[in-house]
């Protein structure tokens, strides 16, 4: 009766080992799929903004606010010379890239930032300590945004 418990339980043993190797695999390569997955580009929106006396802000600078689709957001810059991308109106969060192309005079320079998945009310962007480069010869600020809505 005793070699019965004995073989029964080692029979018990080695079945919860081999699920315990299942799970763990299965889980491992849900991962890998998931790591795996590109993002695609849903849709692209741009548009310019043009920021006059940009230099010494006492407080911060917005933009009016844009729509791509369902989606309403808005730029601002602050005091501390930060470039930022608020996501003002959304019904779901929303992963985006954003491009920023930065015009002085003839010059033309292109920054990425990170994608990011962005909600409402939240905002992405860069600091821009050296903003006096970015402003041109007639004191005005002058970008273009392009923000690409990515999808799974």
Not at 10 to 16: G, I, R
Not at 21 to 46: D, F, G, P, Y
Not at 84 to 99: A, G, K, Y
Request: charged share 30%.
């Amino acid at each position: 009766m005793k070699k019965h418990l004995i073989a029964s339980a080692m029979s018990h043993l080695k079945m919860q080992s081999a699920e315990i190797q299942r799970l763990r695999r299965e889980i491992h390569e849900k991962e890998r799929e998931k790591s795996t997955r590109k993002l695609e580009e849903k849709s692209a929106v741009s548009f310019d903004w043009e920021v006059e006396q940009c230099g010494e802000l006492t407080r911060p600078i917005t933009s009016d606010t844009f729509s791509t689709g369902e989606n309403k957001w808005r730029c601002l810059i602050t005091e501390k010379n930060n470039l930022l991308f608020q996501l003002v109106s959304s019904r779901d969060p929303q992963t985006v890239q954003i491009r920023i192309l930065k015009e002085k005079r003839q010059e033309k320079e292109l920054f990425v930032l990170q994608q990011a998945t962005l909600k409402e009310g939240e905002m992405w962007g860069l600091n821009m300590p050296d903003i006096d480069n970015w402003i041109g010869d007639n004191g005005k600020l002058k970008i273009t945004v392009i923000i690409y809505t990515l999808k799974f």
